[in-house]
């Protein structure tokens, strides 16, 4: 079955961390460049860090710093290390290939920053 599971999200008070996981299909991460987006309510899903397979990273300014985004290639998992977190990053975080495929999007998991 191909699918994309996220976990790790939930309520934390500005200035901590969390670490999502995104565990995937081997058929979807073996090849393919994989993102971490986001979205907010009333707000467009964003696009927030990719990682290629050979791990060239890039993030969307607002992150830089404080996110980290990992791939375990043989355990098929795709991770964002979430630090300095601010009220602004409350979202919903869900992950996809970069560009995304609709049939691939999943439940998603709850990010909420207290301030």
């Known amino acids: 079955q191909v699918q994309l599971v996220e976990s790790g999200g939930g309520l934390v008070q500005a200035g901590g961390s969390l670490r999502l996981s995104c565990a995937a299909s081997e058929i979807i991460f073996r090849l393919n460049v994989m993102g971490w987006y986001r979205q907010a309510p009333g707000k467009q899903r964003e696009l927030v860090a990719a990682?290629?397979?050979?791990?060239?990273?890039n993030y969307v300014a607002s992150v830089k710093g404080r996110f980290t985004i990992s791939r375990d290639n043989a355990k098929n998992t795709l991770y964002l290390q979430m630090n300095s977190l601010k009220p602004e990053d409350t979202a919903v975080y869900y992950c996809n290939r970069d560009p995304p495929l609709d049939p691939l999007w999943g439940q998603g998991t709850q990010v909420t920053v207290s301030s």
């Open positions: 990682i290629t397979v050979g791990g060239t990273t």
